[in-house]
């Protein structure tokens, strides 16, 4: 089993949508945990962290459950911009920050 | 800060050259890691350092491939021979050592091995 795994997607949404992605890690140790965003060709930057109460940024809200081992990230009122791939991440401190595999988002006019 | 600075942005090399990636991490960050990513496998950890130490090179894949740290602001990642299935993005990261800082990503470099 993957350290980190994600929807698979591609996900394809009309603009103004809202589109949940899904995440699940393996490593109950895992104390820090991210959502970064890649647009093609560059570098991945972080969206936002996540944490334990959930929190909020905007059209962007991440949830964490730690007893499921489960992390989401739910965008609403969809824009062009929006497209892009969603990488969820977990960290322990002091160590290595593990990526899933993404999920691809295209939001369509 | 200028952020992560990776050096070459593109590289072109023929099989069994040497290749030499570098990367200047953010000033002050205590930790910095080296990714590879190919749409096959995503990105997967190659090498990271704590305070100029290597600590896990458990992803380097295999003795072709050699990093090192000699200061806080320098690293490299060196392929020796280098192979057509070495063609990736090489991405060089960093964070503080704060718990629960996310790392910066430098813009990567992009390698073709023909």
């Known amino acids: 089993r993957k350290e980190v795994e994600q929807d698979p997607g591609p996900f394809n949404v009309p603009e103004g949508a809202t589109v949940a992605f899904n995440c699940t890690y393996s490593n109950s140790a895992s104390q820090s945990f991210f959502w970064y965003r890649q647009d093609c060709r560059k570098e991945p930057k972080l969206l936002m962290s996540v944490y334990s109460s959930g929190n909020e940024d905007g059209r962007f809200t991440a949830q964490l459950n730690r007893a499921s081992q489960y992390i989401s990230l739910l965008i609403r009122d969809s824009k062009l911009s929006d497209s892009a791939t969603y990488l969820c991440?977990?960290?322990?401190?002091?160590?290595?920050?593990?990526f899933g595999p993404g999920t691809r988002l295209s939001v369509l006019p | 800060d200028a952020g992560v600075i990776q050096s070459p942005r593109h590289e072109v090399t023929e099989m069994g050259q040497e290749v030499t990636l570098r990367c200047k991490p953010i000033?002050?960050?205590?930790?910095l890691f080296w990714y590879r990513q190919t749409m096959m496998r995503g990105l997967e950890l190659l090498i990271y350092?704590?305070?100029?130490?290597?600590?896990?090179d458990s992803g380097m894949p295999e003795d072709r491939f050699s990093a090192k740290m000699p200061n806080a602001s320098f690293s490299t990642l060196k392929i020796q021979p280098s192979e057509p299935r070495d063609s990736a993005v090489y991405f060089c990261?960093?964070?503080?050592?704060?718990?629960?800082?996310?790392?910066?990503f430098g813009q990567g470099t992009r390698l073709t091995v023909v």
């Open positions: 991440v977990v960290n322990i401190w002091g160590q290595n920050f593990v």
């Open positions: 990261a960093s964070r503080t050592d704060r718990g629960g800082t996310e790392a910066f």
């Open positions: 000033s002050g960050h205590d930790y």
């Open positions: 350092f704590n305070n100029n130490v290597p600590i896990d």
